[in-house]
């Protein structure tokens, strides 16, 4: 009986978590964009990165006031990157083919490696204190104005589908559905739409769909844990895909939702702008809170160290696979990242057996 509860509330809330990424965050977002003058990867690098790796921020502040579960937020944050840079990237090259403009990338790759090289540097003696905080968010805060300023530094043009003709078609249209399930879900549509603002009230939208992600990121990890717990599977294989990629499930949605669209570039913004925010303010804000009233958080590198290693190698495999695909995106380009994340999965479970 458990288990049937815990599947149903698991497809509830992967279907709340479309929808809303959908219908709400990635319109709203659009809508932001506009107005503040916006192209797709500037959004996809700040606003689509900051509201989708809302959970991830969640579990760090979780994490230190959980006792025993320092390294969690830590754990978490360096678990779901790999799946942002590999599995993230490649659906979303599987979904529409796509050139990307490698200015943004070659951006966003100097950031990235930067808030690696800080993670190393902070781990480097097994612990955090205040000034490392700072550096943490002074980092994000130069990558901010960077991204706001690249188009001056290395002009590009924006091939994408412009944001404002992608608003004309309006939100999806729902389809009404006719069997008890479809009547179902339609009454989580009508529901969804008196929680929700009306569009012209974008900031709004906004900040509930990311309460709202952040929620559900929590209940569907929560669910595919309790599955997990029940079918008796290993620990280490709950660890390497629940935990690791269930906080990752509305940067991978979003990604989606905007590559169908024809708007690449702002997916693989998101992916790796959404691993830099993880970085340096998932882990740099709670870290600030704590320290900033004189204590010293203690972090264990033993585990750490390694996978933060395996971030560097990833991130540049990825460059170096899209330069040789003359930053190109097809669904050959897809497969090939996805299999790399399947084959480090399978070489980590091996590990145990």
Known sequence: MMLLLYVIVLLVSFYL????CNRYFIFSLDRIAIKLNMNSDMAGATLMAIGSSAPELFISFIALYKPGSENMGAGTIVGSALFNILVIIGASAMVRKAFIAWQPVIRDVIFYSLSIILLIYSFWDGKIILLESVAFLALYGIYIIAVLQWRKILPYKDDEKDLAEELKE????KTEQKNIFGKFLNGIDLLLDF????????????FISIFFITGLSWVLVESAVGISVILHVPAVIIGLTVLAAGTSIPDLISSLIVARQGRGGMAISNAIGSNIFDILIGLGLPWLVVTIGGKIIPVATENLSSSIILLFATVAAVLGFLIARKWHLNKFSGLSLIS???????WNILQVF
Do not use: D, H
């Open 340 to 346: 790399i994340y399947i084959a480090y999965l399978l």
């Open 195 to 206: 929680i929700f603002p009306k569009s012209e009230y974008y900031w709004t939208t906004f």
């Open 170 to 173: 309006g939100k999806n249209k």
């Open 17 to 20: 978590l479309a929808v809303i």
